[in-house]
C-alpha cells in the first residue's frame, strides 16, 4: 500500500516518517481525491491519534508525512510476547477506543484497526493511518479492481467482508475487539491459509470465548469482546 521512509523536515527540523504510497494505489486514487481526504484526516487532533503533518504530489509520487514516533507497534510486541499482560492489553485496547471515539464524533471511520497501526510509545498509544484508510474508503472508484484490498482480513467486520457500501463506526469497534481478542487469546478469533477462507470462517463459524483459550480473562472482559 505504501513504503515508509525515515526522513527530515528541513523546514521545521525534525525527523517524520515519510510515506509514498504504491504507484497502482496512486494512480486509482488520483491527487485531488488523496488531498481532500488526507486534508480531513489533518483536521483530527487527539491525544492518541497520530496525525498527519503535511502531504503532496511530487514527480506523480503521492506522499504525507506523519510525527516519527521512537517505540514498536503492537504487532511488534505480538510477534516478540504473543499474549499480553491483561492490564497492557485492557490499557492498549481503552487508549484506541478513546482515539476512535473522537474520530467517529468528527465523522471519520478509520476501517483498517489492526495491530499493525497501533503504535506504541513510551507512554501511550497512538493510531496510524487514518490518512490512508480514509482515502481507500472514500466515494469514489472501486480500489478492489487495481488489486488494493481494503482493510486487512482478520480484523474485518463481516459487513466489511462482504463489500457493504455505508459502514460506520461498528466497524472499527469490531476491529477493535478482534484486537484485544488476539492481544488476550495470542491468535485471532478466526484463521485460515487464506484471508478468502478467514473470511468464510467469519460468516459461519463463533470464535472460542476467551476464557476457554486462557484463563486469567474475567468473564465480563470475555464477554464483552465476544460481542
Known sequence: MATVYLARDVRHDRLVALKVLHSELAHALGPERFQREIKLAARLQ????????DSGETAGQLWFTMPFIEGES????????KQLPLEDAVRIAREAAEALDYAHRHGVIHRDIKPENLLLS??????ADFG???????????LTET???IGTAAYMSPEQAAGESGLDA???VYSLATVLYEMLAGQTPFTAP???AMIARRFVETPRPLDELRDAVPPAIAEAVQK
Open 46 to 53: 487527539h491525544p492518541h491519534i497520530l496525525t498527519v503533518h
Open 147 to 149: 488489486g488494493t484490498s
Open 170 to 172: 461498528r466497524s472499527d
Open 132 to 142: 490512508i484508510a480514509r482515502a481507500l474508503t472514500a466515494d469514489g472508484p472501486n
Open 74 to 81: 503492537l504487532r511488534d510486541r505480538l510477534n516478540r510476547e
Open 122 to 127: 513510551e507512554t501511550h498509544v497512538l493510531v
Open 194 to 196: 487464506t484471508p478468502q
